[in-house]
């Protein structure tokens, strides 16, 4: 299993309102091949709500792709080098969306959505979160369990799937949990399954999916929550599902007017800085656009459906080139085919780009930056970033590593301290896993008039999230692109 990504680590709905869940035959199978039957078999596919461009053909200008089409994107994934959160870390949702994505609606609003007073979980969210406590314990079993029903009921949906699925396998269910958790705080939750809709593009998802992932999602929450589930719970599932995938078609949708799905890029430049970390550097086939801080999706010739999530690490340049630090970690398929196999002339596929790590430029605010491993490339971009809007706010970087030969890019950091005078950078070497960071961020300081940014392993970002708590920023800014996709490391 791979490391979590700021080391660079790698791995790989739908309907108006409620009520669009109605009964169907059950599907036969043959020699016993279903699992046993469930309240969930009650339920039929949910007819997704006609949305102009959804689900359709291309349009024109949007790219397709030969090879079968990837599964949908969980907020699992493990990232390659974009910052990853602590497992103890609860899975969180973007504070807002990325910049560069479209606008929201300025009155968005979840649909099918039952209200509640301020400050009070409304009925649904009770219900949804009961459920989840209740399949907590045995989410392995529910996990399975899910993907049986999909792949018997729905064999045709096993092509967008990885071949392979170990890495896959808690991606999905977990990106749909996640959502529903949040279906009371509508701001941040519709900004997530924009974000999730939009990236769920490069895979072929189309709007006739997502009925298929409810209905044996509910199969398998009403198998595993049977102590809890009834009439009501289930109905109250049905609206959150619906609510989910709704948002999600919508949103890619819109994006398909305005993007491709994906974008082939060649390399153009390998640069083994370590026997284990590369900078590779692509050109996309048309202009990509993206922020300083974010990340996007990549997937490599050599492993097809296999997606890893890669931090930017330069702000946009002006020749449109896009650079990544790639740690190749034991057996990572992606990282290793990164660093060890892709050679100029490759041609590589990215995602749109997401993430919300990014500086807020109506501001003078300092920057305390703090970056461990390959973290130090989404960093790097937002420093040049600084540089390019010709502030002079304060930045200060700490870079973290395990040993003077993980400072990989530390003459590259150097060299823009030398550029530019409110520039500090403060190498930090701790052979014991980032345990010195929160004592070195503690000695300088104070901290009072800073956002801060962390991006590197999930050690690494527990300690300095916890560190700067302590010694007085407040949560709402410090900022790390903590989701569940930046969570689990995988192959």
């Known amino acids: ?6 080391t660079s680590a790698d791995n790989g709905t739908s309907g108006g309102g409620s009520g669009w869940f109605t009964p169907h035959t059950q599907p036969t199978t043959s020699q016993g091949s279903e699992p046993e039957p469930t309240e969930g078999n009650r339920l039929a596919a949910m007819r ?80 949804v979160r009961r459920t989840m406590a209740e399949v907590g314990p045995v989410a392995d ?4 369990y899910f993907y049986a029903l999909l792949f018997v009921r729905h064999p045709d ?28 705080n509508t701001e941040v939750l519709v900004a997530y399954l924009q974000n999730l809709g939009r990236g769920h593009r490069k895979y072929g998802t189309r709007p006739e999916h997502y009925p ?11 198998k595993y929550a049977s102590a809890v589930w009834d009439a009501e719970t289930e109905a109250a599932w049905v609206r959150t599902y619906t609510t989910i995938s709704q948002v999600m078609i919508d949103a890619a949708a819109a994006d398909e007017l305005r993007a491709p799905a994906w974008w082939y890029a060649e390399v153009v430049a390998h640069d083994l800085r370590t026997p284990d970390v ?29 997606w890893r999530h890669y931090s930017f690490a330069s702000a946009p340049r002006s020749d449109g080139l896009l650079s990544f630090h790639v740690k190749a970690v034991p057996a990572g398929w992606v990282s290793n085919a990164l660093v060890h196999r892709a050679r100029p002339g490759d041609i590589l596929r990215l995602g749109p780009p997401a993430g919300s790590m990014t500086v807020d430029h109506t501001t003078d605010s300092g920057l305390l930056c703090l970056g461990g491993g390959t973290g130090i490339a989404p960093i790097k971009a937002l420093v040049e970033d ?55 961020i503690r000695e300088f300081g104070p901290w009072y008039e800073y956002d801060a940014y962390v991006s590197g392993p999930p050690g690494m970002i527990r300690t300095g999230v916890d560190a700067l708590r302590d010694i007085g920023v407040p949560s709402d800014r410090i900022r790390h692109d903590a989701l569940e996709e930046l969570v689990t490391a995988g192959s």
Do not use: N
């Open 386 to 440: 600084v540089a390019e809007h010709g502030e002079r706010r304060p930045v200060e970087v700490f870079y973290g590593a395990r040993s003077d030969h993980d400072l990989y890019d530390i003459d590259t950091m150097l060299r823009l301290q030398q550029s530019h005078p409110w520039l500090e950078v403060r190498p930090v070497v701790d052979r014991h896993g980032m345990l010195q960071l929160p004592d070195a």
């Open 278 to 306: 590369a900078v590779v550097t692509v050109r996309p086939d048309q202009p990509y656009p993206f922020l300083a801080g974010q990340y996007t999706s990549l997937e490599t010739p050599w492993w097809p459906r296999i």
């Open 48 to 127: 997704p709500v006609g949305r102009p461009g959804a689900g359709g053909e291309a349009k024109s200008g949007v790219q397709q792709d030969t090879t079968p089409p990837a599964a949908p994107e969980a907020v699992s994934a493990a990232p390659e080098a974009v910052p990853a959160a602590p497992e103890a870390i609860a899975p969180e949702i973007p504070r807002q969306p990325a910049a560069s994505t479209p606008p929201r609606p300025t009155e968005a609003r979840v649909p099918g959505q039952r209200s509640a007073p301020a400050g009070q979980a409304s009925p649904d969210a009770v219900l």
């Open 141 to 144: 079993k529910v996990t399975s």
């Open 1 to 6: 299993m791979d490391a979590p990504a700021t």
């Open 157 to 184: 949906l096993r092509s967008l799937f990885p071949a392979a699925m170990d890495t896959q396998r808690d991606r999905l269910l977990k990106a749909l949990l996640t959502a529903a958790e949040h279906i009371d």
């Open 212 to 222: 298929a992932v409810g209905e044996c999602l509910i199969g398998a929450l009403s």
